[in-house]
């Protein structure tokens, strides 16, 4: 989703699938929270809305316009994650969103049609600086600047992150990074490091041995990474995606590429798409999404 420069109640969404782009009409009160959120790939956003004379929290299928009302939430928040679809048979009312409150720097999880959020205890020696969440095999995970991760415990009477990296641990290789995202591709849960020169560094975490190593192949997956939004897709299931890539929004010290392609398996190679090139775009509020009709 490419929200337009130009603040308007119409936002464009471009299929890699057919090279098309398709315009849907929402709410223009949306522009109120200027980071709207993808919370999962399972296509739902979390925006701040003004409804019946108040500002409300929810969340917003984007396609199907149902919204689920989330706990008032006024603080600037860096990003967000679902455990599942809030309307899925499966979940079972257990559906849980998780926020980086980047006003406090603290880790907050509530419950869709929920009336509070709940702050995480930290049990470490310094106070941490969060950048990105990820939800893997049943539980949150939550990285910091320092590449330390933590793992995130919301069934507990006391809810509380821990960190994982042994104390004072620095994360190897090291080299200078320009963004990082956790995602989950095949059962894993990797770390990529994005570079200056827009290329990409991906690392598997060992849980045995609680570090990052070295990944060299991401398999048959087209992985899409984004400040407000992450996850993989199998290139097999979905067609016009290009297997073993990395999927990118443009920075502004990126020249003048739109949508990059990085091919992490083979050559290394950056391609590049240009969709909607007789429009403005804001790529820094560009969002990656997965359509569901649940």
Known sequence: M??????????????????????????????ELRLCLLVSPFGWLMVREYMNNEYRTNLLNPLTRVRIQLPSLEKLILQAVLSSSPLSSTSHGNCI?????????KLM?????????????EYGVRKNYYYSIAYFKGQFYALTWGREL???DVSSPHPKATKLTPPDYVASPRFVWWDAFLVEVADELLLFVKLYDAKFKVLKFDFSTCE????????????FVGARSSFALSASEYPGLIGGCVYFFESFKECHRKIGIYNFNEDKSIESLRPCCDLRYDYHRSIWIRPSWE
């Open 109 to 121: 999880f509530a419950r869709p049609g929920g009336d509070n959020w709940t702050s995480l205890q």
């Open 212 to 223: 990052w190593k070295k990944l060299k192949s991401l398999g048959d997956y087209a992985v």
């Open 97 to 105: 969103i998780m926020v980086i409150n980047n006003y406090e720097n």
């Open 2 to 31: 490419f929200p337009e420069v130009v603040i308007t109640d119409r936002k464009a969404f471009f299929c890699l699938e057919s090279n098309t782009t398709y315009f849907v009409f929402l709410p223009k009160r949306l522009r």
């Open 150 to 152: 933590w793992i995130c």
